[in-house]
């Protein structure tokens, strides 16, 4: 025999597929094929996969072999559910979990209760078998969820709602499950809801406050290895789902406070969140949806008219139910139409917890032949109509907040970045992207500028390789970055002719110290680089020192000082505290006046937004080291501080830089300058004794600090 023959001899060419490689090429085409060929037809993505399971499952043309894509297809379904928890905004969900309660109870109760009495009196099934086939009705799987956050709509109050009352009723239906597990087994005594107790409380604090804690100390140690992080996060979601398992209940509830837990660890513009996107969509998600598709088997409605009669009633049942629960939450809470469709979309569709309820009740001989394939061709339809509902609500919702007034900066926000040290570059950019509006369409701007000498040439190729690690990061977040050369005589001056060369809106510099003594003897006659730059930057400066990664901040503390509420760049930096607050998950401490106070609660009003904020009372430079001996090393201190002559400066804010980095060298800081209107001494308002008095005043000054740092010196001498 010829050896070729012989290699071909092994390849297994029959159908069912059993070798794994040609089964996951298959696929993967199918992943690739069917979203772009339904698309033509208006037909969701998520309907293409489940269809395309059914063609090559055990009840199609049998393509692949039954239970070939399992492994995947659980990963992929835990993987929806720690998106679910990942992606909520909560901030929302705390702001709106009665709301979520609320639907949480109609979702479960309405269904339990329509359940028991169809299946009572029309059906004719036995209280076991009533029990379990009415909670059925009550749980629900967020199969459409990944399409209301591909259409920019999961942080809408009816998604947050919807998602929050997904973990309400699953949780609660799943219990009942435990329950009727026992009692079936004959276990259902006093040891057994002990047992239960015992076992979902230790799980629930192990995820909620056990996770956080393992994820704060690993990001904080392995700061730099992205890999590592990814790994470290799956690994998380699949022991969470082990653990519910072991704690009596489904694995998509571990998932679930999985992602609640880490939400606060990952931003949700950093580039592991995108990450964790990326996989789940292209991948774990898509396996989930055929392997949920390969279930269904349309020959059962040709068995006789039992098996038809009850599949219609299960299915309409389950339709009806999930729609009042939404209309009743509508009703409460004064919802729109579109929002209820919303809500009805994502808490229509049956899968998951469905089929773990039924198969379970299955084989403990609970139910028959014809409620399982009656219950198979139910999730088959409420996936198509979750489907179809959720995609044509969300794009009127989403067309909707696109026609809602945004923030007079939204479109003209432009972020410049200037870097000279690589190691800074990740840090700089990360803080930009969390502070960058997402509605605004312009890029933002890594900054090198090179001092104009004869070395220039090759200085601007050594910068052109920086800049280059500066577009591969910001790629990883889907940000768009557009770099920028300046040659110019100092930093000072190619900054600021970039600022209002691109109409720079922001300014994020990187902290630098004067270590040496010539730094701060040439740093007091002519002034910093930093000083230089606030001289001819009157945008909004951010001055970062960052130790630590942003993503385990604990608190956002904004101290502000006397009068920052009357400077003109009031409300654009509060804004970019918040937005910060929420990206890094922190909560947000403001040190502040009452006068401060009372306008920002004012602009929290009228701008509708909510964060998780406290107060503090603050005066000048003796409550700063008081501060500083409440804060944990994970917390952000963000100090407010202003330019000479401006409303809001005072004597106390002199030599702040080095006064903080002696307080919280452990701490990450963001010294912040304010945009102010520019001082021009040609302002017909203006004194003239101001002209001549102010320079000589500033002069004085600077000749007081020169004596102070030369005595110093020489002090230093003395003891040497």
């Not at 992606?87 to 009665?98: G, V, Y």
């Not at 109609?106 to 009495?117: K, M, V």
């Not at 201190?637 to 330019?643: G, N, P």
Request: proline share 4%; glycine share 6%; net charge neutral.
């Amino acid at each position: 025999m010829h050896p070729s023959n012989g290699i071909l001899l092994t390849l297994n060419t029959h159908l069912p597929l059993t070798d794994p490689i040609p089964i996951y090429s298959l696929v993967l085409f199918i992943i690739l094929l069917a979203p772009i060929i339904l698309r033509k037809f208006r037909i969701p993505s998520i309907v293409g996969l489940i269809l395309a399971g059914m063609l090559i499952g055990d009840h199609g043309f049998k393509l692949i072999e039954k239970g070939s894509i399992d492994l995947f297809g659980k990963a992929g379904l835990l993987y929806i559910m720690f998106l679910a928890g990942l992606e909520l905004d909560m901030t929302e969900f705390r702001k709106n979990r009665h709301r979520s309660l609320v639907f949480g109870s109609f979702t479960f109760f309405i269904p339990l209760i329509l359940g028991y009495f169809v299946c009572t009196y029309v059906l004719h099934f036995n209280f076991m078998a009533t029990l379990l086939v009415s909670s059925m009705f009550a749980t629900h799987t967020l199969v459409a969820y990944p399409l209301a956050s591909s259409l920019g709509i999961s942080k809408n109050e009816a998604v947050t709602v919807a998602v929050g009352g997904t973990i309400i009723t699953d949780t609660a239906v799943l219990l009942i499950l435990a329950v009727i597990t026992g009692a079936a087994a004959g276990n259902l005594n006093t040891a057994f809801w002990i047992r239960l107790s015992i076992s979902l409380a230790i799980f629930a604090v192990t995820i909620l406050w056990g996770f956080p804690l393992l994820g704060r100390w690993f990001f904080k140690k392995i700061k730099d290895d992205k890999t590592s992080h990814f790994i470290f996060v799956l690994g998380l979601v699949f022991l969470a789902g082990f653990l519910a398992e072991l704690a009596g209940v489904e694995s998509i509830i571990g998932a679930f406070l999985a992602g609640l837990a880490l939400n606060t660890l990952i931003p949700h513009t950093s580039p592991l969140m995108n990450r964790i996107e990326f996989v789940g969509n292209a991948l774990f998600i898509p396996f989930f949806l055929i392997s949920v598709g390969m279930l269904v088997d349309l020959r059962v409605l040709l068995d006789g008219p039992e098996a038809l009669i009850i599949a219609g009633v299960l299915t309409m049942l389950a339709l009806v139910s999930k729609w009042l629960a939404a209309l009743f939450t509508q009703l409460v809470f004064r919802y729109s139409r579109t929002q209820r469709n919303i809500i009805f979309g994502l808490s229509s569709a049956h899968a998951a917890a469905t089929i773990a309820v039924i198969l379970i009740g299955f084989n403990m001989g609970i139910i028959d032949k014809n409620v399982l394939n009656g219950t198979v061709v139910l999730i088959l339809i409420t996936c198509l109509v979750a489907s179809f509902v959720t995609a044509s609500a969300g794009r009127k919702l989403a067309m909707v907040a696109d026609n809602e007034p945004v923030a007079d900066n939204a479109g003209t926000e432009r972020i410049l970045v200037p870097v000279s040290n690589p190691l800074r570059i990740e840090s700089l950019l990360d803080f930009a992207v969390m502070i960058k509006d997402p509605q605004a369409g312009t890029p933002i701007y890594p900054l090198a500028v090179v001092h104009d000498d004869s070395a220039s040439k090759d200085k601007i190729l050594h910068t052109g390789k920086m800049m280059e690690k500066a577009v591969m990061y910001a790629a990883a977040t889907e940000s768009t970055v557009q770099v920028v050369t300046r040659v110019d005589l100092n930093v000072a001056d190619g900054i600021a002719r970039a600022v209002k060369e691109l109409l720079i809106t922001d300014v994020v510099l990187g902290w630098t110290e004067r270590s040496s003594t010539t730094d701060r003897l040439f740093g007091t006659i002519f002034g910093t680089t930093l000083d230089n730059i606030l001289q001819g930057v009157w945008e909004t400066v951010y001055v970062c020192a960052f130790h630590q990664p942003l993503n385990i901040t604990q608190r956002l503390v904004l101290v502000l000082p006397h009068n920052a509420c009357y400077e003109a760049g009031f409300q654009h930096y509060l804004q970019k505290a918040v937005m910060l607050s929420k990206q890094a998950g922190a909560r947000m401490v403001v040190c502040c006046t009452p006068e401060t106070r009372v306008r920002i609660e004012a602009w929290l009003r009228a701008t509708r937004t909510s964060v998780s904020l406290t107060y503090r009372a603050f005066g000048e430079a003796e409550d700063l080291l008081e501060l500083a001996g409440e804060l944990s090393d994970d917390d952000l201190l963000m100090m407010v501080t202003a330019r000479k002559g401006t409303l809001s400066y005072s004597k106390y804010l002199d030599n702040l830089p080095a006064r903080l980095s002696r307080s919280f060298k452990n701490n990450n800081i963001i010294l912040l300058y304010p945009e102010q209107a520019a001082l021009d001494y040609n302002e017909p308002g203006l004194r003239p004794e101001d002209l001549t008095l102010a320079p000589i005043q500033e002069q004085l000054a600077n000749l007081s600090r020169l004596g102070r740092a030369v005595r110093s010196v020489f002090k230093r001498r003395r003891k040497n």
